[in-house]
């Protein structure tokens, strides 16, 4: 994986909450709330929180005498993320990198993490991080993508940046938050951590936005594709927003727009 793709820093924490969390992952965010809160666990660990989306919803469907830990790489994302938490029910803001986390075995009921997994950089470590700090009987359940090709406006952004770059083609969103999309492999891969009880259930919805213009900026500026776009030319930021507005717009309308989006929810038993 590149060292970038994790990069969440700079204006994209603030264009990512603002722009991509409404586009992609609110919906998502209630699942995942609902599936995690159904449980009543007494200690719940988020990990990848990023700014929060996840964190804002289920925090105020556990107990009071819950314990929420919300972690994430990146400092400025978490940062994000507690800024924005409604006051209330307390949460605990914690940086932590997933594959090695500050916690000791077997802390908590429940380890969730909503479109994270894709960016650990051992994703067996990863799993078999979140089982050590499980207890007994505990879950563990994350989200994941489905493949590009099922998730249109972000298919769209990834071949309008081929097209500004078709020599060194920015490939952040097919290689990194699309590119962990096979059922088989992920339960491969949650096996080798040592989960046995694995479930997975594919979701598919719609992505709605007012116009192409959301989308476009969502992805190429609130994203590491940011990063790799501005790496090879910093000037061609706005043209490769551009384009990706003009493929959008060609494929789903200049007007409000919906597209397709489709992902994986993932729980095995510790």
């Known amino acids: 994986m590149a060292g970038g793709d994790t990069d969440f820093a700079g204006s994209i924490p603030e264009i990512y909450d603002a722009w991509l969390v409404p586009l992609i992952f609110e919906a998502h965010a209630e699942d995942m709330a609902q599936r995690v809160a159904a449980l009543a666990p007494k200690d719940v660990l988020e990990t990848a929180a990023g700014s929060g989306v996840v964190t804002r919803v289920l925090a105020p469907q556990l107990a009071a005498t819950t314990r929420y830990v919300a972690s994430d790489l990146n400092p400025p994302m978490l ?3 507690a800024a924005r938490q409604p006051e209330g029910k307390g949460v605990h803001w ?5 594959l090695d986390m500050p916690f000791g075995d077997a802390s908590f009921d429940v380890v969730c993490c909503q479109f994270g997994v894709m960016f650990f ?7 078999r991080e979140a089982r050590r700090v499980l207890r007994p009987g ?13 998730n249109g406006f ?4 990834a071949q309008a940046v081929a097209e500004v770059f078709p020599e060194d083609p920015p490939d952040f969103l097919a290689r990194t938050p699309y590119g962990y999309h096979d059922p088989a492999g992920i339960l491969s891969d949650l096996r080798a951590a040592g989960f046995a009880d694995i479930a997975v259930d594919t979701i598919a919805g719609e992505s709605r936005a007012a116009s192409a213009r959301e ?4 992805f190429c500026q609130g994203t590491p ?9 910093p000037s061609r930021l706005e043209e490769a927003t551009a384009q990706a507005q003009a493929r959008i717009a060609a494929r789903y309308g200049s007007g409000p727009v919906t597209a397709p989006i489709r992902g994986h929810v993932v729980t095995a038993l510790r």
């Open 154 to 157: 972000a298919d769209c952004v």
């Open 215 to 218: 989308p476009a900026v969502a």
């Open 138 to 150: 505990g879950r563990y359940i994350f989200s994941t993508w489905d493949k590009i090709a099922e």
């Open 94 to 98: 914690q940086p932590a990198d997933a």
């Open 79 to 81: 940062a994000r993320a």
């Open 225 to 233: 594709l940011r990063t790799e776009i501005e790496a090879r030319d």
């Open 121 to 127: 950089a051992d994703r067996i470590a990863g799993h």
